[in-house]
């Protein structure tokens, strides 16, 4: 049976097991407590689930093994300073930026990027941790310890906000989902959007900017692009060198889900572009409790990933799959009262992406 060990035990970690049942692939998630006796990897192919894995013995030898995929695509894409870097030579379409190196570069930092900044530390700081948003009143507010370690970008007035995911193969080949719209709310995503037919326009440029970047870096696997939609302009926020929460909703509305497709691209299986039949909403769940009620839904499809619950952190997700965006609509009503208040704004937000077709 092939074997594929993956660097973290989060949920995405989880899932890549799930998808790895049917295709006879054996996925062993690795994070803090992982016993090295109970893990075949000597002979495995090493994955990741996220650009900064838990840091032990095991995880530096997995981390420097022979067929770890992307091995040296991860520490540059971890740093977001690499990572512009990167953008900035594909003459990639991304928002002004400059490194952060000292709190007397505060005057020229605003005088060329505009008022409204937003700091970003080069490694970590996800779900709106280690970024701030700041003017020039609010310098005092970044610590000491993000100089020479942060970088500093315009503030971005975007109409919306969507991603695109991804596969390359070690042949080179390239599949990609429709782009998916998203919503984030306290930097954290709250609800994603993807049509079965997307705007061909937007479609067309994603594709291109991403399969510049997997060619460039000779990736391997799923990759995931985060956009600001500015006008009819689609400009580059981030990059993942991995599956990622906006593509979740490819489990139930695609033929192949992001994580098969991780798997089929790392271990050399067959990579058809995956077919998506009908359109799908994606409502992250976040600080809630397991709800039954949930389940009522026809449409429903519940991901519960079985964590601790706390405040701001993701605990599953419900995926909604239908051809006809007025169902999608009605289900999205329904569900609202199974939800905290705070998902009112953004089930609205969905609906009017659903009926409209997306943000343009």
Same mark, same amino acid.
């Given at each position: 049976?092939?074997?594929?060990?993956?660097?973290?035990?989060?949920?995405?970690?989880?899932?890549?097991?799930?998808?790895?049942?049917?295709?006879?692939?054996?996925? =062993?998630?690795?994070?803090?407590?992982?016993?090295?006796?109970?893990?075949?990897?000597?002979? %495995?192919?090493?994955?990741?689930?996220?650009?900064?894995?838990?840091?032990?013995?095991?995880?530096?030898?997995?981390?420097?093994?022979? $067929?770890?995929?992307?091995?040296?695509?991860?520490?540059?894409?971890?740093?977001?300073?690499?990572?512009?870097?990167?953008?900035?030579?594909?003459?990639?379409?991304?928002?002004?930026?400059?490194?952060?190196?000292?709190? +007397?570069?505060?005057?020229?930092?605003?005088?060329?990027?505009?008022?409204?900044?937003?700091?970003?530390?080069?490694?970590?700081?996800?779900?709106?941790?280690?970024?701030?948003? @700041?003017?020039?009143?609010?310098?005092?507010?970044?610590?000491?310890?993000?100089?020479?370690?942060?970088?500093?970008?315009?503030? @971005?007035?975007?109409?919306?906000?969507?991603?695109? @995911?991804? *596969?390359?193969?070690?042949?080179?080949?390239?599949?990609?989902?429709?782009?998916?719209?998203?919503?984030?709310?306290?930097?954290?995503?709250?609800? #994603?959007?993807?049509?079965?037919?997307?705007?061909?326009?937007?479609? $067309?440029? +994603?594709?291109?900017?991403?399969?510049? @970047?997997?060619?460039?870096?000779? =990736?391997?696997?799923?990759?995931?692009?985060?956009?600001?939609?500015?006008?009819?302009?689609?400009?580059?926020?981030?990059?993942?060198?991995?599956?990622? !929460?906006?593509?979740?909703?490819?489990?139930?509305? %695609? #033929?192949?889900?992001?994580?098969?497709?991780?798997?089929?691209?790392?271990?050399?299986?067959?990579?058809?572009?995956?077919?998506?039949?009908?359109?799908?909403?994606?409502?992250?769940?976040?600080?809630? #409790? =397991? !709800?039954?009620?949930?389940?009522?839904?026809?449409?429903?499809?519940?991901?519960?990933?079985?964590? *601790?619950?706390?405040?701001?952190?993701?605990?599953?997700?419900?995926?909604?799959?239908?051809?006809?965006?007025?169902?999608?609509?009605?289900?999205?009503?329904?569900?609202?009262?199974?939800?905290?208040?705070?998902?009112?704004? %953004?089930?609205?937000? $969905?609906?009017?992406?659903?009926?409209?077709?997306?943000?343009?």
């Amino acid at each position: 049976m092939k074997k594929v060990c993956v660097l973290g035990d989060g949920q995405l970690g989880r899932m890549l097991r799930q998808a790895g049942e049917p295709l006879g692939i054996q996925v =062993y998630p690795v994070g803090l407590d992982a016993d090295p006796t109970m893990v075949p990897y000597q002979n %495995a192919v090493i994955t990741a689930e996220i650009e900064r894995w838990p840091e032990t013995p095991f995880t530096r030898i997995l981390a420097s093994h022979h $067929a770890f995929i992307n091995r040296d695509v991860f520490p540059l894409i971890a740093d977001r300073l690499r990572q512009k870097q990167l953008l900035d030579e594909l003459n990639l379409p991304t928002a002004n930026w400059q490194p952060l190196d000292s709190f +007397a570069d505060w005057p020229k930092l605003l005088a060329k990027l505009g008022h409204t900044l937003i700091v970003k530390r080069r490694t970590g700081g996800y779900d709106g941790r280690g970024q701030w948003r @700041i003017t020039s009143e609010l310098t005092d507010l970044i610590p000491d310890d993000a100089y020479q370690a942060a970088i500093v970008e315009q503030a @971005i007035n975007f109409n919306g906000e969507l991603s695109l @995911i991804g *596969a390359r193969n070690r042949l080179g080949k390239m599949v990609f989902y429709p782009v998916t719209y998203n919503l984030h709310q306290n930097s954290i995503l709250k609800m #994603s959007v993807a049509f079965a037919n997307p705007h061909e326009i937007l479609q $067309a440029n +994603a594709e291109s900017m991403l399969a510049t @970047i997997m060619a460039k870096l000779n =990736y391997i696997g799923v990759m995931a692009m985060e956009c600001f939609v500015v006008g009819d302009k689609l400009l580059i926020n981030e990059l993942a060198p991995r599956v990622h !929460n906006s593509g979740h909703w490819t489990q139930n509305g %695609a #033929s192949i889900s992001q994580f098969e497709l991780h798997l089929r691209a790392i271990m050399d299986l067959p990579m058809p572009s995956p077919a998506v039949f009908a359109n799908s909403v994606m409502v992250n769940l976040i600080g809630m #409790s =397991y !709800n039954c009620d949930w389940l009522t839904e026809s449409l429903v499809h519940l991901h519960w990933y079985e964590k *601790a619950v706390r405040a701001g952190r993701k605990l599953g997700h419900l995926n909604l799959t239908h051809q006809n965006s007025l169902e999608l609509c009605f289900c999205l009503e329904r569900l609202t009262t199974t939800l905290s208040v705070d998902y009112a704004s %953004a089930i609205e937000w $969905a609906k009017a992406v659903l009926l409209s077709e997306g943000i343009n």
